[in-house]
């Protein structure tokens, strides 16, 4: 059975920086990409953020380019997400999410991944 277990949310000022981790635990042999979506009250949940296992690759929202960087521990099976220069409108829940499949290049225009975690809010306030 697979987890994957997120950490790090909070309350920021705007300006300011989290990091997210999220542990994966099971199958995680599996998988083929992990990243991060993120869903603020009202709206669809959408793509923040993917990395490739095997190799690395990474992809990322044009609305968090530059300011988030994704990266993975392969022996822990923990993926981060680090979060700079975080605005009001970057509150949200943030989802873990892996697929065994589909790469991350995808991962834009589609919500329907293998697993999922439970979501850790983060709130930037002005």
């Known amino acids: 059975q697979v987890q994957l277990v997120e950490s790090g949310g909070g309350l920021v000022q705007a300006g300011g920086s989290l990091r997210l981790s999220c542990a994966a635990s099971?199958?995680?042999?599996?998988?083929?990409?992990m990243g991060w979506f993120r869903q603020a009250p009202g709206k669809e949940r959408e793509f923040v953020a993917s990395?490739?296992?095997?190799?690395?690759?990474?992809h990322y929202a044009d609305s968090v380019k530059g300011r988030f960087t994704i990266s993975r521990d392969n022996a822990q099976n923990t993926v981060y997400l680090q979060m700079s220069s975080l605005k009001p409108a970057d509150t949200a829940v943030y989802y873990c999410?892996?697929?065994?499949?589909?790469?991350?290049?995808?991962?834009?225009?589609?919500?329907?991944?293998?697993?999922w975690g439970q979501g850790t809010q983060v709130t930037v306030s002005s």
């Open positions: 099971g199958r995680t042999a599996s998988f083929h990409t």
């Open positions: 999410a892996a697929d065994v499949v589909l790469d991350g290049s995808y991962w834009y225009k589609s919500t329907a991944l293998d697993y």
């Open positions: 990395i490739r296992l095997s190799g690395g690759t990474t």
